[in-house]
């Protein structure tokens, strides 16, 4: 028997489409569901922003992604991205990290990736996405330090968009590494109830999937 309702699990669903082909009526159809269910943003890219977040007139909080899926742009152009998306009504921004730099071990450059899109979105909420699946453990845990240090509000897994999603091997590493320091947000694959329930239990705060709300209404 689940130990969360229906109710609790959505209120921390960013209901996702991400895909390169998503039309405006599936956006705005995402939208309506993320509405009817009460989840905890839609999560679009930023091309439909302002469309969506003129839709739902508040109902819901938009959520965009930005550097996505690769990271490996210029931190101004990131800078850009973020700042338009929350000038067209964008509440959370999701942005990828600078891979590469982070391989290279260039620690202080990955830090000031990140704390720059946090300064163009201000208050807005920043969650910051270091695909874990291309990561080595240390790497992980080298990101649970920058990410917060950075002043970012939560750490994500997972784009959806490499090798694989979130793990629970993953959301326990960063549970016990981040010590309370960011939020914590799984992405990438969930594909059950249950898994939804374990993420929650090892510490995620968000849960970033297309499917939740399908799963919990069946």
Request: charged share 25%.
């Amino acid at each position: 028997m689940s130990h969360y309702t229906k109710e609790e699990i959505l209120a921390k669903v960013d209901h996702t489409l991400l895909k390169p082909e998503a039309t405006w009526p599936q956006v705005q159809a995402l939208c309506d569901e993320a509405i009817a269910n009460n989840t905890a943003s839609v999560c679009i890219n930023t091309c439909y922003v302002r469309q969506a977040a003129t839709y739902m007139a508040g109902r819901v909080p938009v959520c965009c992604v930005v550097g996505f899926p690769l990271g490996a742009m210029d931190t101004a152009s990131k800078c850009f991205e973020a700042r338009t998306a929350v000038e067209n009504g964008a509440a959370e921004v999701d942005m990828v990290i600078n891979i590469g730099w982070l391989k290279n071990k260039q620690y202080d450059d990955v830090r000031a990736d990140i704390a720059a899109v946090k300064a163009a979105v201000g208050d807005k909420t920043l969650k910051v996405i270091i695909e874990t699946c291309l990561l080595t453990d240390a790497e992980k845990e080298k990101m649970c330090d920058i990410v917060p240090e950075a002043g970012a509000d939560y750490i994500k897994t997972s784009t959806g968009f490499s090798t694989a999603g979130a793990t629970f091997a993953d959301i326990a590493l960063f549970a016990r590494c981040v010590a309370g320091r960011c939020k914590i947000k799984a992405a990438g694959g969930i594909s059950t109830v249950e898994d939804m329930e374990k993420f929650l239990d090892l510490g995620a705060d968000r849960l970033g999937t297309s499917r939740a709300v399908k799963l919990l209404n069946q």
